[in-house]
């Protein structure tokens, strides 16, 4: 967490004249800072809002009612103007900690970190993130040319809060869950990272099976990223 001004608009070791482009959230108060973040329903009709439970974060639940899928992010709107991609692909981190909460439904996903497109699924989309389903947490990656690799975290998903971390350097990216750095819960890939591109937060939950018989619910109570 953060613990003083300086910290909030530096990265972690930069100098005071080297300032990089980085956000904290905690997704706290009575509603999402939609200067900040964009509320976008790419398919169906989710539910989204700041959670009434102690340190439940900001939710957002995809219906029982077939394909569905919603989004918060840092687009502005719906086509190339007025984008916000602020953080590097090559050279970033990005924290969070989120949950994830199957109600019944199969092919439901929750999915948070960078992006280059409007949702983590899009065709030339590069990814840089944790996707969670009821049976296995991996990291996704992608250069948004050859498809999606996600690689095994060899957790099981228990619907509680978790911290997780990445790391950019578009050589050899690497993901950890609360702070294990070997063994389960981490790993290190250097195949079809993203490089070049600029990217944005997102915190997106899925269901993509149609007439599922059951709800996926995401939260998210912190995340930060920065350049480095």
């Known amino acids: 967490m953060t613990k003083s001004i300086y910290d909030q608009i530096t990265a972690s070791g930069t100098s005071g ?4 482009q980085r956000v904290v959230e905690t997704f706290s108060g009575g509603l999402l800072d939609t200067d900040r973040w964009r509320e976008n329903d790419i398919a169906g009709s989710c539910t989204r809002g700041i959670s009434d439970i102690a340190d439940g974060g900001y939710k957002l639940i995809a219906p029982a009612t077939g394909y569905a899928r919603g989004t918060i992010d840092f687009d502005q709107t719906a086509t190339d103007v007025g984008k916000v991609r602020q953080f590097n692909s090559d050279g970033s981190v990005s924290i969070f900690v989120t949950s994830h909460t199957k109600g019944g439904s199969t092919g439901a996903r929750v999915v948070c970190g960078l992006i280059t497109g409007t949702d983590y699924y899009g065709n030339g989309t590069s990814r840089s993130a944790v996707v969670t389903t009821d ?20 957790i099981t998903p228990d ?6 971390k990445i790391v950019n350097t578009g050589t050899t990216n690497s993901c950890s869950v609360d702070g294990v750095l070997s063994g389960n ?15 944005q937060p997102n915190f997106e939950v899925y269901v993509g099976n149609a007439g599922s018989a059951g709800t996926a619910q995401g939260n998210i109570r912190y995340m930060e990223c920065y350049n480095t």
Do not use: I, Q
Not at 135 to 152: F, I, L, Q, R
Not at 185 to 199: D, Q
């Open 159 to 164: 619907g509680a809060f978790h911290s997780y």
């Open 17 to 20: 004249t080297d300032f990089k």
């Open 185 to 199: 819960g981490y790993v290190a890939t250097s195949t079809n990272v993203p490089t070049s591109s600029k990217m």
């Open 135 to 154: 049976t296995t947490t991996k990291y996704m990656h992608s250069n948004g040319s050859a498809g999606a690799n996600e690689t095994d975290l060899t």
